[in-house]
């Protein structure tokens, strides 16, 4: 069973920094995903089996996808935040099999089969 656990979520002021991480071993495609009150789940960036990455608009240029060597670690690095990034970030995974593109994932076209529980990021003005 693979389980996802994500952390450093946390309060910050609009401008400021931070890192998520999810940790569970994964060796195919992964990514970001959040939810903010009242609105539906959305992709942040995604990362395919080759290690290519994408990012949805608003966070191009902010956010940055990485995993660590050992594929057992997802980060998330946030800078220049905002309040509207305001949500409980989610980390994905899937063994992609089909090989979608990652617009597909991005996009949430296609339903990745394993979730974390979620972290929350509150950004105040």
């Known amino acids: 069973q693979v389980q996802l656990t994500e952390s450093g979520g946390g309060s910050v002021q609009s401008g400021g920094s931070l890192r998520l991480s999810c940790v569970g071993y994964?060796?195919?495609?992964m990514g970001w995903f959040r939810q903010a009150p009242g609105k539906e789940r959305e992709g942040v960036a995604v990362?395919?089996?080759?290690?290519?990455?994408m990012y949805a608009d608003f966070g191009r240029g902010r956010f940055t996808i990485s995993q660590n060597g050992a594929k057992t670690t997802l980060y998330l690095q946030m800078n220049s935040l905002e309040p509207e990034d305001t949500a409980m970030y989610f980390c994905?995974?899937?063994?992609?099999?089909?090989?979608?593109?990652?617009?597909?994932?991005?996009?949430?076209?296609?339903?990745?089969?394993?979730w974390g529980k979620g972290t929350l990021v509150t950004v105040s003005s």
């Open positions: 990362i395919g089996v080759d290690g290519k990455s």
């Open positions: 994964w060796n195919h495609c």
């Open positions: 994905a995974a899937d063994y992609c099999l089909s090989r979608p593109p990652l617009e597909r994932l991005l996009r949430g076209d296609y339903a990745m089969d394993y």
